[in-house]
């Protein structure tokens, strides 16, 4: 059975805002996405934040960059997003 391209470009994973903070390894950059969450008990929001490393194969991004990232399939043990810009 053949894929058409709208099956193959169909992706349900996350998709995440984040800023570049670390470009030094190959094929690889550290992104940090911060989220906003509610503390029920306080009635207040608090910010945290969270790192991930993402697959960029041509090594564009730069430290600062802003990028959305995309789960995909594991790449590495801890690589499963990849760059989407």
Do not use: W
């Amino acid at each position: 059975m053949e894929k058409t391209t709208q099956q193959i470009e169909k992706n349900n994973g996350k998709t995440l805002n984040g800023v570049v903070v670390s470009d030094k390894m190959d094929k690889t950059v550290v992104v940090l996405v911060n989220r906003y969450v509610k503390v029920p008990k306080y009635h207040k929001y608090v910010s945290r934040s969270k790192r991930f490393k993402a697959h960029d194969p041509e090594n564009k991004c730069k430290v600062g960059d802003k990028v959305v990232i995309r789960e995909i399939r594991p790449i590495s043990k801890d690589k499963s997003f990849e760059i989407v810009f």
